[in-house]
Structure formats: C-alpha cells, structure tokens
C-alpha cells in the first residue's frame, strides 16, 4: 500500500506529532490568537458531487442555486460536456486554465459517454446489497485476484474486445469513478515534490473498518477499478494502479469533508458532495474544538475560535455533533469514523456519567 510515514511539514502555525492515542495531531507552534487563519486552501486531491445533484452544483466553486440546473456548460468538442456544469463562464474558463485539463475532460466525457451507454442495460438503480462481513485477508485476495487473474486476461485483449469486459456500474459507482480521475489527474499534474502529495502520501487509510463496516463497498471498489483500467485514456492510465486506487478509496473514508449547501449546520441544508483536502487531514477531532473550518467557494479556511498556546492540539469538529450528549457523540464518531474519542471534553464528561 502506499502510505508511509514520512515527516509532514504543512505551516509554519502548526507542526504535526504523534500522540499516544490518536494517531499524528497538529499542535501550534507558537501562541496564537482568536481569529487566525491557520490554514487556506484551494486545492483539493479530488471532489465529488452526489449524482442527483450533479446538474445543479457547479463543478469549479460549488455553487447551488437551490436545484437550479447550472447554466454554463463546455462548449469545445466535448459533445456531452464531461458531466461538468458550472454556474458562471468565469468559472468555467478558471476550470479549463488548468494544466493538461484536456486529459481530465476527456477521461470524464469517455466515462460519461460509456455510462449512457449502458443506461438500457441498467434497470432503475442496481441494488448491491451486502451483509456478509468482509476480513483484510478478504480484500487483499479480491485485489490479488485483479491483479494476477483479471488484469492480465485484459491485457492481452484487443481494445475492440476489452470493452465488452466493461462491469454494468450504478450511480454510485459512477459518482466514485469521477472522483478517482479527478484525484488521478491531480495526482498526474502535481509535484511529487509538494506539500499537497506530502500530505496525501501520509493520509490515513481507513480502508478495512470502511469495508467491514459496509461490506458493499468491496464490490462497488472492484467495478470501479474495473471500469477505469478498461476505461481510461493514456494519460491518466499511466499512473492507475491497484496501490494508487485503494490508497485514494482508504484515504477518502476516513480524511473527506462534507460539501454542504450552507455553512450552517442544519437540518433542511442539501449534503452536495464531498471533498478531500490532504493538508487538512490532519486535524483530530475534539469535541471542544479550537478550530472553525469555512467554505467560501472552492476555498476552505480554518480558523481559531479562540486563543492557543504554544504545543496546544488544533482540533476541528468533524460531524456538527457538538450539541449532543457524551454517549450520542461517541456513537456517531465511532459509526462514521470508527474511533472511540479521545478529546478532553469526551473524557470528563464519561467521568462524570
Ligand atoms: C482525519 S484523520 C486525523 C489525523 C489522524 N490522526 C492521522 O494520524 O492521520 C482522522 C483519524 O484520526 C483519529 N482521530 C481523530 N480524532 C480523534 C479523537 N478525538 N480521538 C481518537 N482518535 C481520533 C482517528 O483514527 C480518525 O479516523
């Protein structure tokens, strides 16, 4: 697998450490005041929107206009447009300054084009219920068997006959396959060198708990994989490999922020996606936190709600669960993220229970 342990250096406000129970954390490296921006960041690895709102959310800064579908579309040769809507041609044209996003759109619109096509053969969603609990030993010899079986048989075809090898994918496949080309585009276009690829390389991957926990998702990781190998043009292809994609799935369970309609939390907001942004992942969760994250556009900020000192944990919020009870809050971090909290105010309120 790839991730390694390799020293992350991501600013100057705060270093990342190891503690004794909840893996790497962010501590300030200096005193800092109530209203710093620790963190700013534009660039993602990759993001998703939810199928159902793929029209409506605009693929560069995420703008919703409450189920209004986006007005601006590509207008190259790119007849189906990529499956990529945006609200404004300023941000289209910002989403085709960037480098080589040629091989993007076209991994995109061969995706999208392969996808309508199999529309008759798909009937309504496919259902892919799984109860049946999946062991590590189970997912590596799933991938042993991609690896040394499927792969090569599909190697040797003729791209004529691979093709026909295509798994019929759901929307939920469909949705995923989207988010790795963009992760792998990034991947491909970014210096092995930078921060941003630090960062990713050192994600933590919560691959087995995910799998265990939602066993469908072996299957749905498998067509996926499936479906890009056959899929994929030369450009992305050449850095897709079974390491790489579990790497992006593993890191995604556990490391990706929510894209919400508003910042506010409430219960009529429309979850519209996701995101992961590898710098911000190492943030631990408190159930106290120090930390505010904003996101404006395609812009995610954090910010101290209050004053730190030198060597004090930076720690965010990761599920709006702040309002509930000690037992409530555990639950849902365990069921969503798979720990048992750590954060001071988890263990002084069980005390006191
Ligand atoms: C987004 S990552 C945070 C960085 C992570 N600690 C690491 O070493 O990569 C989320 C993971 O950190 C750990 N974690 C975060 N907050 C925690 C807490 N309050 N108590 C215990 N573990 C926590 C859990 O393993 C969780 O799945």
Known sequence: ?????????????????????????????????KGTDVLCLTKCLGASTCYEFRKEVCSQCFQYDGGQRMKVRLNNKFLKGAGLWFCTENCRDQFLRQEHVDHLIDALETLLVSWEIQAKKRIGSID???NS??????????????????????????????????????????????????????????????????????????????????????????????TLYILLPPFLKSGFDIPTFRHILGSEYGNSFGIWQ?????????????????????????????????RFGNKMIFTLNSDVTKDQELCIDYKDILDLKVDERRH?????????????RCKIEMQIN
């Open 262 to 294: 508003n910042e506010e939390a409430s219960d009529s907001r429309e979850y519209l996606g996701y995101w992961v942004l590898p710098e911000a992942s190492f943030f631990n969760h408190s159930c106290a936190p120090n930390l505010i994250k904003h």
């Open 1 to 33: 697998m790839m991730p390694i342990e390799e020293a992350v250096y991501i600013s100057e406000l705060f270093d990342i450490r190891t503690t004794d129970n909840s893996g790497r954390a962010c501590f300030a490296s200096k005193d800092l005041k």
């Open 128 to 130: 892919r219920a799984s």
């Open 332 to 344: 849902i971090l365990k069921e969503n993220w798979f720990f048992s909290c750590e954060c001071p």
């Open 133 to 226: 609990s999946i062991s590590t030993e189970k997912i590596e010899s799933l991938w042993q068997d991609i690896r040394d079986n499927w792969i090569t048989r599909i190697d040797r075809m003729k791209p004529t006959k691979r093709v026909l090898q295509l798994p019929i994918i759901n929307e939920d496949e469909y949705v995923c396959a989207r988010f790795v080309i963009h992760c792998l585009f990034t991947l491909k276009t970014t210096d092995t060198s930078s921060l941003h690829m630090a960062a990713f390389r050192n994600l933590q991957s919560n691959e087995s708990s995910k799998i265990s926990r939602f066993p469908v998702l072996l299957d749905l990781q498998k067509r996926v994989f499936q």
